[in-house]
């Protein structure tokens, strides 16, 4: 439990609810139900172990934040997360409708335990420790199955790393939803891409022989089209979606709109992830101050890249 003064309420409320949220408990010295919530409130801080952060407002000293958030009565409880206000209840509430209210908006213990697997997850690949990696994602996935971004960083390890009857089986769920996750769907195509290189005998051909077929015949897009899933499974990638447009260019329907599907795919799998909800508004901190980096500056390349290359189908497309 923290107690609030308007000092450190950028600190200890809004910058700390970007990582875990932060449940504000506005109240007052003369309030007889305050003095009945705030018992309930620790008991279950404690609880929860974590999962949430309460801080304490005393109004009648710090009316400057009461006034903020337009507080009228006492005791009111504001839940904040990624730096914002997302729900709250006024007046004393029973054991039973806090823990409710709080498991309406809080991740469980299996989420957090998935999303703590994913950080370390990265740092061990940052690391180079790719089999170590893999664990940890199996273990993130094991803690919470509901967990998308720990499936697809999962699925698309496993795809690099030559699991493909793995990933091929982790996928089959995401892929029968409706509306279609696009992101599996871009796994998807990958992963056919990496099998067509396993299995087909033009998995082993040069780039010149695919160069000289396709000279005798530019509507040959058989042969464009596995020289471009080979490029994809090589990642070079815009050597594939150029190839992938020629074909779209040509004939934007031919088998099925293979074309456009793995050049779609491709595009998705070169998108930069979104940021982390304590990571809002990339490239500033809760304060609004602009951060400029490496990391920043690949993201923008990255976007660019992906922006130009999205210009190009719908063009191709028209």
Same mark, same amino acid.
């Given at each position: 439990?923290?107690?609030?003064?308007? *000092?450190?309420?950028?600190?200890?409320?809004?910058?700390?609810?970007?990582?875990?949220? #932060?449940?504000?408990?506005?109240?007052? +010295?003369?309030?007889?139900?305050?003095?009945?919530?705030?018992?309930?409130?620790?008991? &279950?801080?404690?609880?929860?172990? %974590?999962?949430? +952060?309460?801080?304490?407002? $005393?109004? @009648?000293?710090?009316?400057?934040?009461?006034?903020?958030?337009?507080?009228?009565?006492?005791?009111?409880?504001?839940?904040?997360?990624?730096?914002?206000?997302?729900?709250?209840?006024?007046?004393?509430q029973t054991e039973g409708q806090v823990? @409710?209210?709080?498991?309406?908006?809080?991740?469980? *213990?299996?989420?957090?335990?998935?999303?703590?697997?994913?950080?370390?997850?990265?740092?061990?690949?940052?690391?180079? $420790?790719?089999?170590?990696?893999?664990?940890?994602?199996?273990?993130? &996935?094991?803690? $919470?199955?509901?967990?998308?971004?720990?499936?697809? @960083?999962? #699925?698309?390890?496993?795809?690099?790393?030559?699991?493909?009857?793995?990933?091929?089986?982790?996928?089959?769920?995401?892929?029968?939803?409706?509306?279609?996750?696009?992101?599996?769907?871009?796994?998807?195509?990958?992963?056919?891409?990496?099998?067509?290189?396993?299995?087909?005998?033009?998995?082993?051909?040069?780039?010149?022989?695919?160069?000289?077929?396709?000279?005798?015949?530019?509507?040959?897009?058989?042969?464009?089209?596995?020289?471009?899933?080979?490029?994809?499974?090589? %990642?070079?990638?815009?050597?594939?979606?150029?190839?992938?447009?020629?074909?779209?260019?040509?004939?934007?329907?031919?088998?099925?709109?293979?074309?456009?599907?793995?050049?779609?795919?491709? &595009?998705?799998?070169? +998108?930069?992830?979104?940021?982390k909800k304590q990571d809002a508004v990339? %490239?500033?901190?809760?304060?609004?101050? *602009?951060?400029?980096?490496?990391?920043?500056?690949?993201?923008?390349?990255?976007?660019?890249?992906?922006?130009?290359?999205?210009r190009r189908l719908s063009m191709a497309?028209?």
């Amino acid at each position: 439990m923290i107690d609030v003064t308007i *000092e450190n309420f950028e600190t200890e409320v809004v910058a700390a609810s970007m990582q875990t949220p #932060v449940l504000v408990d506005f109240w007052a +010295t003369w309030c007889g139900p305050c003095k009945t919530l705030v018992p309930t409130l620790e008991k &279950l801080e404690v609880e929860y172990a %974590g999962r949430f +952060t309460l801080a304490k407002v $005393d109004v @009648d000293a710090n009316q400057q934040i009461a006034g903020m958030f337009g507080i009228r009565s006492v005791p009111t409880c504001i839940l904040m997360i990624g730096g914002r206000p997302v729900d709250g209840f006024m007046g004393a509430q029973t054991e039973g409708q806090v823990r @409710d209210f709080l498991d309406k908006h809080l991740p469980s *213990e299996g989420e957090l335990q998935a999303e703590a697997e994913v950080d370390e997850a990265q740092q061990m690949l940052e690391a180079g $420790d790719t089999q170590a990696a893999l664990g940890k994602l199996a273990d993130a &996935l094991a803690a $919470d199955p509901t967990n998308d971004d720990a499936r697809f @960083d999962y #699925v698309r390890l496993l795809i690099a790393t030559g699991g493909y009857e793995e990933a091929a089986s982790l996928m089959m769920e995401p892929l029968k939803r409706i509306p279609q996750v696009l992101r599996f769907e871009a796994l998807n195509q990958w992963l056919q891409c990496m099998v067509f290189v396993q299995q087909d005998e033009r998995g082993n051909w040069p780039v010149e022989q695919f160069d000289a077929a396709i000279a005798q015949n530019k509507r040959d897009f058989d042969t464009r089209f596995a020289k471009a899933r080979i490029l994809a499974a090589e %990642g070079q990638w815009t050597a594939s979606m150029d190839e992938l447009l020629e074909i779209i260019m040509r004939d934007k329907d031919w088998n099925g709109q293979a074309a456009r599907k793995l050049y779609v795919g491709i &595009l998705e799998l070169l +998108t930069p992830a979104k940021p982390k909800k304590q990571d809002a508004v990339p %490239g500033k901190t809760a304060g609004g101050i *602009e951060l400029v980096g490496k990391g920043g500056a690949e993201q923008d390349e990255a976007t660019a890249l992906v922006n130009s290359y999205r210009r190009r189908l719908s063009m191709a497309l028209n």
